[in-house]
């Protein structure tokens, strides 16, 4: 797989937009126009209107160049975003096959993504013929690729030819004795290499990899494995170091490791990170937090925007003999673009015709008194990234009366942009920091990213709501659309407030307005409640 | 001279590309090696390049029956660990 692990998320497709509203995005600034027109135009990113835009994963490539301590090939290895996943492994044949069928069915389908299990360019032929056909049959699809490196300095130009536009490298490290803990071995030149002399060869290949794409105008992101103890207090530095080569965007995931993955970290005890630990160095490392909330935010899973139901109905069997007008469904896909292009056009115009100052106002407006008479100051439209604002309002030398101070809030979804998830069908939360400067995307925090299914989870003793609890940890409140009355007592004595009053309001006016009532109820003024682990 | 590849072969595909002699059969349930092809990749390169990439201790066996990859030798678990996981399903091995 292409780096990624027994329930680790790998790749992801997505990139950032750029600030399309006048923001500071310090991570772009140090890119070329060229790559922020590129970052800003990926459906992923588009402004407003990624949550309409699909993609698509396919795992054709379950060959691997290099063993990662976090992965057991032997069982599963996930490169995709959705921990624990095994994926099908599909021939080059069936992948374009179920491409085009999603395609066809779905026309916010997008972007198609061949990542783990395996690593693509340690399949060149099979991920290559995959690209091949789907640049003449679904021209519009933009691909891209997650990969583990080592393959990836000499498959550059054919990436370049194929325009994939986009590529994930996994880099956990650049210093090699680092390495040496995180891979065991690597297959070069026809040897098993091993230890320190692999790590330094792997590398040294993805460092040629990214400036090799970077030249190319090709789209880099990288994704990097935290892993306390061994990797965690270099990330920071790998963070400047592929930034400042060029990688738009460095994504930190957490260790998923637990001894029933049968990897070499889930036996040897290696812990996790918790959730806070994990924010504090995605927050270090994330660079333009407007383009990182949506790419962490992206769940446009083409199959899953089916649903549940549908998603049979694109077996191997069924796709073998669909009947399908490709014509009509690539300009199906064009015109629905356009479409979704227009409305963000016209939002974005409306939004610029509101004097910026009055939302600003209803938000600073919260704070019982300007700490000190001067209000800081507005900042563009709804869509700039609040950092800014936060920033402002953190130099604020404070005076008395204390603010209310800001508030970890979670939400369930499914997705759209609204809360429409029942507590008990949460697999993980999205989880907000509201304050009087506004609201901001933090992360996401799994249930089940410390278990491999209910089976296992049994064993251990561990019900799925501590688990959830434990995911939960530092939120004030959660928000869901609706949840049962055990978990709600269990929430309640967690120091967690349930609520399911907010049921299908968009996301962040609701966390907003949650965060006003807890202001306004006094709550807020208190310190944060003690950390419960569950 | 051949080599033998076992039912713990997950049939990831790796080494079939890289072998000189196209010995290696994609195989259901497993991948084989036809033994009169293989030559143990003599004259091509220094290793077997099959089990040069295999990630699965054990998968691969010589003529004698013996193992090219140990327990413990790819995974870095101490061996006993490492032939129980081979040979336990994953929940199997969380009880311990
Ligand atoms: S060993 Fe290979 S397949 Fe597994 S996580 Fe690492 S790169 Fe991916
Ligand atoms: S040892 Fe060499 S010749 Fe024999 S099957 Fe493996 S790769 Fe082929
Ligand atoms: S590399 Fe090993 S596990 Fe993979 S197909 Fe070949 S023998 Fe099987």
Redesign the interface.
């Known amino acids: 797989m292409d780096h990624h692990l027994t329930g680790q998320s790998g790749s992801g497709s997505c990139s950032g937009s750029g600030g399309g509203c006048g923001s500071g995005a310090p991570g772009l600034d140090a890119l070329g126009e060229d790559v922020r027109r590129k970052v800003a135009e990926h459906p992923c990113y588009s402004e407003g209107a990624h949550h309409h835009f699909a993609r698509m994963h396919a795992a054709v490539a379950?060959?691997?160049?290099i063993?990662c301590?976090y992965c057991?090939?032997?069982?599963d290895c996930s490169n995709e975003s959705r921990p624990g996943v095994v994926s099908e492994v599909l021939t080059p044949d069936q992948a374009v096959l179920k491409t085009l069928a999603v395609a066809a069915a779905i026309p916010q389908m997008s972007v198609l993504g061949i990542a783990g299990p395996?690593d693509p360019l340690?399949?060149p032929?099979r991920t290559f013929a995959v690209f091949r056909e789907l640049a003449v049959k679904a021209p519009d699809l933009k691909l891209c690729v997650s990969t583990n490196g080592l393959a990836l300095p000499e498959h550059v130009e054919e990436l370049a030819r194929l325009k994939v536009d986009h590529v994930t490298i996994t880099i956990n490290c650049l210093d090699p004795d680092i390495g040496a803990k995180i891979y065991?071995?690597i297959?070069w030149n026809?040897?098993?290499v091993r230890g320190r002399e692999a790590a330094e060869i792997l590398i040294a290949q993805q460092q040629k990899g990214l400036e090799m794409l970077v030249e190319r105008g090709i789209l880099v992101k990288v994704n990097s494995v935290m892993i306390p103890g061994i990797n965690d207090q270099h990330l920071a530095e790998v963070s400047r170091h592929v930034r400042a080569k060029g990688a738009f965007l460095h994504n930190v995931m957490p260790l998923i490791a637990?001894?029933?993955?049968?990897t070499?970290f889930g036996?040897?005890g290696q812990r996790s990170p918790s959730p806070q630990e994990l924010q504090a160095l995605q927050d270090e490392c994330a660079g333009d937090m407007n383009m990182m909330r949506h790419c962490r935010q992206c769940r446009a899973d083409a199959v899953g925007l089916l649903g549940e139901d549908r998603s049979s109905e694109f077996s191997l069997a069924k796709i073998a003999g669909m009947e399908i007008d490709h014509e009509a469904a690539l300009a199906r896909r064009v015109a629905y673009r356009a479409k979704i292009e227009a409305e963000a056009a016209e939002k974005k115009a409306r939004a610029h015709a509101v004097p910026p100052a009055a939302k600003i106002k209803q938000v600073i407006a919260l704070h019982p008194r300007p700490a000190n008479g001067k209000e800081t100051a507005p900042a563009t439209s709804s869509d700039a990234p609040v950092t800014s604002i936060a920033l402002a309002a953190a130099t604020t030398p404070s005076a008395p009366p204390a603010q209310p101070r800001p508030a970890l809030i979670a939400v369930a979804t499914e997705g759209g942009g609204i809360i429409n998830q029942h507590f008990g069908h949460a697999r993980e939360f999205l989880v907000y920091e509201a304050s009087a400067a506004g609201v901001r995307f933090i992360g996401r925090r799994g249930v089940d990213l410390y278990c491999?299914g209910e089976?296992?989870c049994g064993?251990?003793g561990e019900s799925k709501l501590t688990k959830t609890l434990r995911a939960l940890a530092g939120c004030e409140v959660i928000l869901c659309s609706r949840i049962g009355i055990d978990p709600w007592r269990a929430l309640e004595e967690a120091g967690i407030t349930p609520n399911s009053e907010r049921a299908l309001e968009p996301i962040e006016e609701a966390v907003l307005a949650t965060w006003q009532e807890l202001a306004a109820s006094g709550r807020l003024n208190a310190p944060a409640p003690q950390l419960r682990r569950a | 001279m051949a080599l033998e590849i076992i039912d713990?072969c997950?049939?990831?595909?790796?080494c079939?590309?890289?072998c000189p002699n196209k010995a290696i059969v994609a195989a259901a349930p497993h991948f084989l090696i036809v033994a009169d092809l293989c030559n143990e990749c003599a004259g091509d390169?220094?290793?077997p390049?099959c089990a040069?990439?295999c990630?699965?201790e054990g998968a691969i066996l010589d003529e004698l029956g013996r193992e090219l990859n140990p327990p413990g030798s790819?995974?870095?678990?101490p061996p006993a660990?490492a032939a129980l996981?081979?040979a336990a399903s994953?929940?199997e091995?969380?009880?311990?």
């Open positions: 379950p060959a691997c160049n063993q301590n057991n090939r032997k069982f395996g340690a399949n032929e065991p071995w297959f026809h040897r098993r637990a001894p029933e993955h049968g070499y036996l040897t491999a089976d296992s064993d251990d | 713990s997950t049939s990831c595909q790796a079939l590309p890289l390169y220094d290793d390049q040069s990439i990630p699965v790819l995974t870095g678990l660990l996981v081979a994953p929940s091995v969380v009880g311990k």
